[in-house]
């Protein structure tokens, strides 16, 4: 059979010079988010002060009163959404295919072959497919009301919108002229792969419509279709293509209304499939799979003189810990931030249950849930998939844990360390000073090799929060004392974790804190923590980081603590939010 190039609906050049224009508008509005944020060269400065995010207005944006959202670039889907994609049109759950990581804007080159070889491999597992794609046998007689019915049903799922007779005749006339060389079946299939290929399925194509009246809209800012909002909430909530019942409510109208669109986003969220991505989400939040500064949780290397302990199956669990953690707080329990930074409740088997000192499963392969000790443990951050992700290969690292959460906790970025800055490693233990060997603990090392001008305008904000976690080494094992040295030297120090949560926001003050339990709790009440969290939702559901037009958004479905608003109650508000349910036209 032959090998055929994308042929869809909206050509692709049409798309890369619209992608081009979203771009120059997107450079412009993340430069501004960026100075919004507080970044600034080399460090973020204070850590403290007045900023919210809102540069210094008295209010969100938003506060004219017309729904106001920024512009957002095109998306096309991610390996991982398209895989799941394809496995759900096809009923194949089986299927693994080989995507360029790339999700950028613009597809590659080379992400056009390997799309193309995407195609090739479905239609290859054809004995695999557990879903009826063609309504007739395709090795028969030609059947035109066969050609028709493919086109308009497959074409719905796969475009994610009933086909127009535009569409519908420029695919049937892709199989006459396949026809004409081909046999029935292979000409179906030649429509097929142009199916799987087109922009219209691989690209969130987002034009909207007009509105109606019932909002008053910001110049440019038009509510999304239907369909559009069934795409944003099955690609949040379940990260696949939506199901028939979201498609027959885009096709209804249900979804022009933000209750339509909250009854089914309730619907999604019930479904066992939410609780995956869930996990992904707070898998991706804590950094589990790595970045360009760490590896994985998998790959963090450890030194096994020190950590004999540690193994594939330890770190597994951490893993499935974090995932048990998050999903029993979201789903099962009362769903509050505050209970997911402070509960003891641990999933545990043999090897992680031993290193937190607790009873036990007996074995690697058995979990069960356990109580943690409340005056050494208490939610995510205490947990040993945090603790050694942002661990050294020997010891305990208090800086890469403080900047983490500075940046991802709290949303106040870090600039890139200045080019002078000292590279040398912390290790605490013995050193030498003033012709003496004495020995220092890793927080006293810190403070030591970070006190100089150059270091400290960063470091005074991300070390104080870092040493909250002293109790904690390279592995996640709590310990009272720092201890090394060898039988002719050894020592016993004993460990600071005293740390200082900063002032981030107008309304919030400097909390001072005795290790990570109490860290944790002050974090658990932070309003800044609970803002950054919905960011990191609002930038999964849309793939954005939000700006100034999105605050009202954000602060929207952020939930205070005393209104006993949970992390479910978030979600689903976001998907009501102004910046889900429409989208503004890119400029020309």
């Known amino acids: 059979m032959k090998r055929t190039k994308p042929d869809g609906v909206i ?11 979203r771009r120059r508008g997107a450079a412009l509005l993340g430069a501004a988010a960026l ?44 390996p991982e959404q398209f895989t799941s994609s394809m496995r759900d049109l096809f009923g194949d759950p089986g299927l693994e295919l080989d995507l360029d990581p790339d999700a950028g804007e613009v597809a590659s080159l080379l992400a056009v072959d390997k799309l193309n070889a995407a195609a090739e491999a479905i239609v290859a597992r054809r004995a695999s497919w557990g879903t009826q794609v063609f309504p007739c046998d395709t090795r028969g007689a030609d059947d035109e009301a066969c050609v028709d019915g493919f086109v308009r049903t497959f074409g719905r799922r796969a475009f994610r919108h009933t086909l127009d007779e535009a569409e519908v005749a420029m695919l049937k006339g892709q199989f006459a002229r396949a026809r004409e060389e081909q046999s029935f079946e292979d000409a179906l299939l030649v429509v097929l792969k142009t199916m799987i290929q087109s922009p219209n399925l691989y690209y969130f194509v987002e034009l909207g419509r007009d509105g109606d009246g019932s909002d008053a809209l910001a ?11 069934a795409s944003r909430l099955s690609y949040f909530l379940w990260n696949t293509t939506p199901d028939d019942a979201l498609l027959d409510a885009a096709e209804s109208g249900a979804l022009d209304t933000a209750e339509g ?45 020190i950590y004999p302990e540690d193994s594939p199956a330890l770190r597994a669990a951490m893993r499935a810990e974090i995932e048990a953690l998050a999903e029993r707080v979201l789903f099962e329990g009362d769903g509050r931030f505050e209970t997911l930074l402070t509960t003891t409740d641990a999933y545990v088997n043999g090897p992680l249950a031993a290193l937190y000192g607790v009873e036990g499963p007996a074995d690697d392969g058995a979990f069960a849930w356990v109580s943690l000790p409340a005056d050494q443990r208490a939610g995510i951050f205490t947990r040993a998939a945090f ?7 020997e010891v305990k690292s208090p800086i890469r844990r403080g900047a983490y959460i500075l940046e991802e906790v709290l949303c106040r970025p870090l600039g890139p360390p200045p080019p002078n800055a000292s590279d040398v490693p912390v290790k605490g233990g013995a050193v030498e000073e003033d012709g003496a060997v004495v020995h220092r603990t890793i927080r006293q090392d810190v403070e030591a090799k970070t006190s100089s001008e150059t270091c400290a305008s960063c470091h005074k904000a991300i070390n104080p929060i870092g040493f909250a976690f002293e109790h904690y080494d390279a592995l996640g094992r709590w310990q009272a004392q720092e201890t090394g040295g060898d039988a002719e030297d050894p020592y016993a ?17 400097r909390v001072e804190v005795d290790g990570g339990v109490e860290m944790s709790a002050a974090l658990a009440a932070s309003a800044a923590a609970r803002a950054c969290l919905t960011r990191h939702f609002f930038q999964t559901a849309l793939r954005r980081v939000p700006v100034d037009q999105d605050l009202a958004s954000v602060e929207a479905a952020t939930p205070a603590p005393e209104s006993g608003g949970s992390m479910r109650d978030l979600i689903l508000d976001l998907t009501t939010s102004n910046a889900f349910l429409h989208l503004r036209k890119p400029e020309g």
């Not at 110049?219 to 909002?229: D, K």
């Open 35 to 78: 100075a919004a944020s507080g970044a600034l060269s080399g460090c973020v400065g204070d850590a403290g002060g007045d900023h919210d995010g809102r540069d210094g207005r008295d209010g969100p944006a938003g506060d004219s009163g017309l729904v106001d959202v920024a512009s957002a670039g095109l998306r096309r889907m991610t």
């Open 261 to 305: 669109v909250r009854a089914q986003a309730e619907r999604l969220l019930a479904h066992d499939r939410a609780r995956a991505t869930a996990k992904r989400f707070f898998a991706d939040w804590l950094e589990l799979d790595g970045t360009n500064k760490h590896a994985s949780l998998e790959n963090a290397p450890k030194s096994p003189e």
């Open 493 to 509: 120090l004993d460990i600071d974790a005293r740390g200082v949560l900063p002032a981030i926001g107008r309304d919030e003050e």
């Open 387 to 393: 603790l050694s992700v942002f661990g050294s290969v």
């Open 11 to 21: 050509p692709l050049e049409e798309l890369r010079r619209s992608a081009a224009r």
């Open 219 to 229: 110049s440019g800012v038009r509510p999304l279709t239907g369909w559009e909002r």
